[in-house]
């Protein structure tokens, strides 16, 4: 793990990149976004179908690092994987079954999440200096 995380270092403003897949219809929403360099931009999916599934992996240098995930259908996933000086993430999912994963590594993270459902899982990693955290679930 270690060597990976010295092989992201070495990634280069002139190499900076952005990656972004997604499938859409009423029945099933499935987005990624990988980005990687000095300057990401800040993350945003809105996703309302039955089935809601959402990545993102973040991966800058001393900047920050921003993604939001908003989801409203049946079965809602969210993964969020960052790595910056400042990580701030935000989910929140309204549905039948709503699973979340947060990790976060920077000198600053910062990750709130808010589930609204029967059956609601949530998992946060940080490791930071200065790690904030806010996890709302709350039944139907």
Aim: aromatic fraction near 6%; glycine fraction near 12%.
């Amino acid at each position: 793990m270690i060597a990976a995380f010295a092989t992201m270092g070495a990634v280069t403003e002139a190499s900076a990149g952005s990656v972004q897949r997604s499938v859409t219809n009423r029945n099933v929403s499935i987005e990624t976004v990988v980005e990687f360099g000095n300057n990401v931009q800040p993350v945003t999916i809105e996703q309302s179908s039955r089935i809601n599934i959402a990545r993102v992996i973040e991966i800058g240098g001393t900047g920050t690092v921003d993604a939001t995930i908003v989801q409203n259908g049946t079965r809602n996933y969210a993964n969020v994987i960052q790595m910056g000086g400042t990580t701030n993430a935000l989910i929140g999912q309204s549905g039948t079954s709503n699973t979340a994963e947060i990790t976060q590594i920077g000198n600053s993270t910062n990750a709130l999440l808010l589930q609204v459902g029967d059956m609601n899982t949530g998992a946060v990693s940080q490791f930071g200096r200065f790690n904030w955290l806010a996890i709302f679930q709350f039944g139907r």
